[in-house]
Nanobody
Framework: VQLQASGGGLVQAGGSLRLSCTGSGRRLRPYVVGWFRQTPGKERDVVSVINNNGDRTYYADAVKGRFTISRDNAANTVYLQMNSLKPEDTAVYYC??????????????????WGQGTQVTVSS
């Protein structure tokens, strides 16, 4: 399975972006999918995770109330809708697939397959 992350770009503070994570080679439906972000010199941090059924989600405190994760099984895609963006949201965003668990897991080490990353830049 491969993941393709897309939708990043340059946006002003207060704006919105929607990131997409599309799978190829395997259906994403049975698996937990997470979004992570990383800035230079820092560790990759979890942003949001959705379980295989789409009925359990997790959000980091920094994005709660502004970001929404969802999945479209027909499109084999998981989305991250990002609203009210702030300059501190600037990062490379990665999606990842956990092939081994149906639980929402926050540790990046649990994820087996990673997309290539998409840059999000929020200007002040």
């Amino acid at each position: 399975v491969q993941l393709q992350a897309s939708g990043g770009g340059l946006v002003q503070a207060g704006g919105s972006l929607r990131l997409s994570c599309t799978g190829s080679g395997r259906r994403l439906r049975p698996y937990v999918v997470g979004w992570f972000r990383q800035t230079p010199g820092k560790e990759r941090d979890v942003v949001s995770v959705i379980n295989n059924n789409g009925d359990r989600t997790y959000y980091a405190d920094a994005v709660k109330g502004r970001f929404t994760i969802s999945r479209d099984n027909a499109a084999n895609t998981v989305y991250l809708q990002m609203n009210s963006l702030k300059p501190e949201d600037t990062a490379v965003y990665y999606c990842a697939l956990d092939l081994n668990s149906a639980q929402v897991i926050l540790s990046l080490h649990a994820y087996d397959v990673w997309g290539q990353g998409t840059q999000v830049t929020v200007s002040s």
